[in-house]
């Protein structure tokens, strides 16, 4: 009788039945992989190939990137730092939403309108 082996993160006894079915290099290959495996078989193959692959990491993104990233966010020219972080997020961008604001703040493109958003000016 072998040893029980336990989930590193959880602890949970694992068992002999234990399988890898996919290793992920980060979180979101990982969100990714547990989508695909909490399919039907017959589905998996084809959701492969429709689902995004891993979003690219940018921690030195170009200032035209960022200006992308704030007219994305803009509704109406008003920035929310929620949806300026989802835009960064979904670009790969790894600055946050609050130096992203401020920078654009200090070079004249948007202006402070309260705690959580500004207006873009044109």
């Known amino acids: 009788m072998g040893k029980t082996r336990k989930c590193p993160h959880c602890g949970f006894p694992a068992g002999d039945k234990l399988q890898v079915v996919s290793v992920a290099e980060n979180a979101s290959d990982l969100q990714r ?55 960064l997020r979904g670009k790969g961008v790894t600055i946050s939403a609050e130096d992203v604001a ?14 959580n958003s500004y207006l873009l000016l044109q």
């Open 102 to 115: 401020e920078e654009a703040v200090g070079q004249g493109l948007m202006i402070h309108r309260d705690d």
């Open 33 to 87: 992989e547990v989508a695909i495996s909490n399919m039907p078989e017959n589905l998996r193959d084809e959701m492969r190939q429709k689902l995004p692959k891993t979003i690219e990491v940018n921690d030195n993104p170009s200032a035209t990137l960022l200006f992308e990233c704030i007219r994305i966010a803009a509704i109406e020219d008003i920035v929310s730092l929620d949806r300026l972080a989802g835009a």
